[in-house]
């Protein structure tokens, strides 16, 4: 006998229940991870429990963020994305002239002894404006260009009157990742740039290399950019050339990355246990940050490993299942790029561990430790949610109004189709 099929709202109801227990594992993790890589720290730094007590509080603050996110509408959110320009565009210039310096780079802005890192609201503000900006073209079922001639520009006003028009989610994503890359941070200037891109890309964008020069000399113009971006800091070409073999230098440049690699050898299977790897003992650089991965894989052992990589790879298929079940184009292209936001940190990140990628600073999302990060982290998790119940509350209002009226009894039908005398 042939299955019934699951109804939508079936599908992204479970969809919703298992994303929500994807987050919450990822978050229980992390805070345990953080804590076994960082209760060894140094007497007169920090307390043994200071890093958990923080991880906590931060916690809390990304759940009260993300109830907000979560209770209201995300379709409400466009309309306050000039504002959250504004303040973004502020803040990445404010940390310029006045951020706090922590091992050679100006990232942080401290009010009140509270630190926050501009960065991350970069990456959701150019999250937001792409899916606000790209919408329109997929509601009207238009080509999506990256740069296009405007052959029409003498009937248009303002900016529209430019002769050569770039998309403007690329020329956000572009302003807030030059202000990233001189702090420096060219791991995160990466992912804000990258995002918006990929979304576009995925969206149906149209380069048109062969029938647009300035698509070509764009395409060419990024290569260049991405070179001049290495080659302007030295240590950005020494981990380049440091990632390419990083045994010949395991004594230098090559040291975080082999002792990286170490720590997840060691692990084995099942792993040294929760507490008890030697890499966090001063072995492994940013061992609960940016190398959080290699300590999990050092005392969780591969199953561990494979656990979370399976939590990531869930949110990355349900996730890509609610954009192809939302309705609304603007919850498609926002729950694309948080999909984006969450799938692409985390495989840089782990193929950073690994040796895959060079190191370039991305953290792992819930699993390495950072404030603004997992606030923020929280709250797009509850905005994808949002986006999920939001469009199971349509989907089951669609089908109760698509439910056919039933007769009372098989007597009174009758009686309908088969009257006397006709």
Not at 160 to 174: D, E, N, R
Not at 223 to 251: H, N
Not at 398 to 410: D, H, N, Q
């Amino acid at each position: 006998m042939k299955r019934k099929s699951k109804s939508k709202s079936k599908r992204l109801q479970q969809y919703f229940f298992w994303l929500l227990v994807s987050f919450a594992l990822l978050i229980v993790i992390g805070t345990v991870n953080v804590y076994s890589a960082t209760f060894v720290t140094a007497p007169g730094k920090v307390s043994m429990h200071g890093y958990l007590y923080k991880q906590l509080g931060l916690i809390a603050g990304g759940i009260v963020g993300g109830f907000f996110a979560y209770y209201s509408s995300y379709k409400n959110i466009r309309r306050f994305v000039g504002v959250l320009i504004i303040v973004t565009f502020i803040c990445l210039v404010i940390v310029l002239g006045a951020g706090v310096v922590v091992k050679g780079a100006r990232r942080w802005i401290a009010i009140a002894g509270i630190t926050f890192q501009p960065s991350e609201f970069a990456k959701i503000t150019g999250i937001i404006f792409s899916a606000k900006v790209i919408a329109p073209s997929l509601d009207k079922v238009e080509k999506i260009r990256l740069i296009w001639i405007n052959k029409k520009s003498h009937h248009c006003k303002g900016w529209k009157k430019l002769p050569i028009l770039v998309h403007p989610a690329i020329i956000l994503s572009f302003s807030m990742a030059f202000f990233v890359m001189i702090q420096p941070d060219a791991g995160t200037a990466m992912v804000i740039l990258g995002i918006p891109i990929c979304m576009l890309w995925i969206s149906g964008m149209v380069v048109g290399i062969k029938k647009s020069p300035f698509s070509l000399a764009a395409f060419v113009g990024g290569i260049i950019c991405i070179a001049a971006a290495i080659a302007s800091e030295g240590y950005r070409m020494k981990r380049l050339v440091s990632w390419i073999d990083p045994w010949k230098y395991q004594a230098t440049l090559g040291y975080q990355a082999t002792q990286s690699f170490i720590a997840i050898g060691s692990g084995g299977v099942f792993g040294q246990g929760v507490g008890n790897g030697i890499s966090k003992f001063n072995y492994l650089p940013e061992a609960h940050t940016d190398f959080a991965f290699a300590i999990l894989a050092q005392e969780w052992g591969i199953f561990g490993s494979i656990l979370v990589i399976s939590l990531f790879a869930i949110i990355l298929i349900l996730g890509f299942r609610i954009v192809f079940y939302c309705r609304d184009s603007f919850g498609k292209l926002l729950a694309l790029g948080i999909v984006l936001y969450f799938s692409g940190q985390g495989i840089i990140n782990i193929g950073m561990n690994c040796g895959i990628f060079p190191v370039i600073g991305v953290p792992l999302p819930f699993i390495s430790y950072g404030g603004t990060s997992l606030v923020m982290n929280i709250v797009m998790a509850a905005l994808l949610l949002n986006v999920c119940h939001q469009s199971y509350e349509a989907e089951l209002k669609l089908e109760r109004e698509a439910v056919k009226p039933v007769f009372t009894s098989l007597r009174r039908e009758t009686q309908s189709r088969f009257i006397p005398g006709k």
